[in-house]
């Protein structure tokens, strides 16, 4: 299967095709660049050391979690001076959002949310279905691959990992390489306009994504549209507390700033309304939860058991799969019901 029509404009994706020059936009196996890429970037560093990100401290790194995960921190967790907004971007800027968005810097969150995503993504895991072509929107460093890839080894899945940050693709490619896909196509492209061809894939992932792009509903058409017909997208988000609860007032007061130093990130958005509009012709099964210490709690009053810490201002989560049309995977979500 290949990918076509997709962008040839993009630093990362021209460099993929230079390592395949003989076969433009084939699927590639391992490393997606090549060290020499790597260095290069490393060369790109800041002349001022106290501006270089101390990846090996793990103070640093709970704090970067911990800025994504509370929205209350402003400093820069690289260099303790004010975060630029993701307006000013830049090379630093998503060098920073990597650094916060790392395995590492992400794993309290992970553990907190990890037996939700176990439900979520044991569907799409043991699917019986063979080629299966998932495409990751705003894939970050891949923390999903460990939910399906290790399942779906030897099925000649085809992995599409899409994202606007060249350092979080890196990184995704080297989770997925270590998971062992061997089709994997890198694309740095914007998750509203990605460039893939319609009816292209069986599943589309996303997770804490639709917080933080500019319009929910282009992205949701795009999705739709890169969907065949029966295919699956699965969701992971934090929203919008209700109206009128101390949470709410706080997520709506901090969001200006989250989004400032999160990528964009918007604390106080009913994801899930946008969601059943752009699926409403289709099957949408969703479910509602606060992630506390200590637990996940469902609107319903069930509660699963998490080994994490509690999220705070991202505490309201949904998850769940919407269905453009007439199932085709087939085993769904609907078994692994909570
Ligand atoms: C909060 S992170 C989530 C990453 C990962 N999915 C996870 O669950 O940890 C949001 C990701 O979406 C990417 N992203 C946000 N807006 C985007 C856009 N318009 N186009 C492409 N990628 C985007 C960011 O670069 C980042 O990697």
Redesign the pocket.
């Known amino acids: 299967m290949e990918v076509r029509g997709t962008r040839t404009t993009t630093r990362t994706w021209r460099r993929a095709r230079g390592r395949t020059a003989d076969r433009p936009n084939r699927k590639r196996r391992g490393p997606p660049f090549p060290s020499r890429a790597r260095r290069r970037h490393d060369d790109d560093a800041p002349a001022d050391p106290g501006h270089t990100p101390d990846v090996a401290n793990n103070n640093t790194k709970r704090r970067r979690s911990m800025l ?1 995960g509370s929205g209350l921190a402003f400093t820069c967790p690289c260099c303790g001076s004010g975060g630029r907004s993701e307006r000013t971007g830049g090379r630093l800027y998503d060098r920073y ?1 990597a650094s916060a ?1 790392s395995q590492d810097a ?1 794993a309290s969150y992970e553990k907190s949310i990890e037996p939700m995503k176990r439900r979520l993504f044991g569907g799409l895991a043991g699917s019986p279905n063979e080629e299966l072509t998932i495409v990751e ?5 891949a ?2 691959a460990r939910y399906y890839c290790d399942a779906r080894r030897g099925k000649g899945d085809c992995i599409v990992a ?4 060249q350092e ?1 693709l890196n990184s995704a490619a080297s989770e997925f390489d270590s998971r062992g896909v061997e089709k994997l196509e890198l694309l740095e ?4 306009d990605t460039g893939l061809p319609s009816a292209f894939a069986d599943a589309v992932v ?4 639709l ?4 319009s929910q509903d282009q992205v949701l058409r795009e999705i739709r549209r890169i969907l065949k017909p029966g295919g699956k997208y699965y969701f ?1 988000e934090h929203v919008a507390a209700p109206s009128g609860t101390p949470l709410r007032t706080a997520q709506d007061l901090l969001s200006p700033l989250q989004r400032v130093v ?4 918007n604390l106080n958005r009913n994801t899930e309304v946008s969601i059943a509009a752009a699926f409403e012709d289709g099957d949408v099964t969703s479910y509602r939860y606060d992630v506390l210490p200590g637990e996940i709690l469902f609107d319903n009053g069930f509660s699963l058991k998490s080994e994490g810490d509690g999220l705070g201002l991202l505490a309201p989560h949904i998850s769940g799969e919407a269905t453009a049309g007439r199932c085709v995977l087939t085993r769904c979500l609907a078994e692994a019901k909570v």
């Open positions: 994504l959002l968005l992400m929107l705003g894939v970050g460093a923390p999903n899409v994202d606007k940050n979080l492209a914007d998750v509203a996303g997770t804490l994504l917080c933080s792009v500019r992971v999160a990528g964009g990130c």
